[in-house]
């Protein structure tokens, strides 16, 4: 499917490098089939240290033989950067964006006629293979499309396809920020081992474990997070109290306005 396409990875940042890297090591294209950028010949020389496949400071060199074009760059310099490079870019090239809070709409009013656009949002853990990303296809995008889409994302964590880009700004406050508010939780359960004495080093250990193994579970059994919950919690045990101690903090009603004030926060940037 992508053996004999060419990538240009624009914006060679973490995200960026993660995606050449998961590419190559991968093998679902050959690294000299990869091509990416960033602004400065440093960076370049230390991107292509990191991931083995071309890297150059010119855009427009690396979009004009791509098949498939991944624009890792901030929203805020989105729109300057198309307007650059569409003069350099063909209909049919596959174009994915990785920028939060940007219609594909505008992406397409940009590009010529027809450009398959899809939107993706990965998140950080993706950097260690445990990702999530949710793609979302423009007008123009066919089964192929998504197809390729993905694998290049599939290649380092899991991924799901949605059809309504109204529901993007949630998947970036849920799934984009989401690893934030896990570390604070973390964090949070880490601190509570050392005030009942345990080092912090295996308190954080124990705690990121815990949290890994519990969002396992969800994954691998498919069972709601509630049935999963109350068979770790015994009666007159030790979790009921603790469950207790979480209620009385708001702990839930916590997380659900992080996610909604997220939410709002990212329709705002998307309309300004």
């Given amino acids: 499917m992508l053996q004999n396409v060419r990538v240009a990875v624009i914006g060679m940042g973490k995200m960026g490098v993660t995606i050449a890297k998961a590419l190559v090591q991968n093998q679902l294209v050959p690294p000299e ?10 960076s370049a020389q230390r991107a292509h240290t990191e991931t083995n496949v071309r890297v150059t400071t010119s855009n ?3 979009v004009a033989n791509a098949d498939i074009v991944i624009l890792a760059v901030k929203p805020q310099t989105m729109f300057k950067l198309l307007q650059l490079l569409a003069p350099h870019m063909r209909s049919d090239q596959l174009v994915i964006s990785l920028a939060a809070a940007t219609a594909i709409s505008k992406i397409e009013n940009l590009l010529k006629e027809g450009t398959p656009v899809i939107r993706a949002m990965p998140n ?7 990702g999530m990303t949710v793609l979302c296809p423009g007008s123009h ?10 694998a290049i994302f599939g290649a380092f964590g899991l991924v799901e396809v949605i059809d309504n880009e109204d529901h993007m700004d949630a998947v970036t406050a849920l799934a984009g920020s989401g690893p934030a508010y896990g570390y604070i939780i973390i ?13 912090r080093s295996l ?6 474990q815990a949290m890994k193994g ?6 691998e059994t498919g069972e709601h997070p509630a049935k999963l919950k109350d068979m770790v919690t015994t009666p007159a045990g030790t979790t009921v109290d603790g469950i207790m101690a979480l209620e009385e903090g708001s702990l839930r009603v916590a997380l659900i306005k992080a996610v909604d004030a997220a939410t709002a926060k990212s329709k705002e940037i998307s309309k300004s």
């Fill in 60 to 62: 427009e060199t690396a």
């Fill in 214 to 219: 519990a969002a396992s579970m969800v994954l």
């Fill in 203 to 208: 308190a954080t250990i124990l705690a990121a």
């Fill in 141 to 150: 995008v066919q089964e192929m499309h998504i197809a390729q889409a993905s």
């Fill in 33 to 42: 089939r990869v091509v990416g950028t960033t602004a400065h010949d440093k």
């Fill in 124 to 130: 950080l853990p993706a950097l260690v293979k445990q």
């Fill in 187 to 199: 964090e949070s359960l880490a601190e509570g081992g050392v005030k009942t004495g345990l080092p």
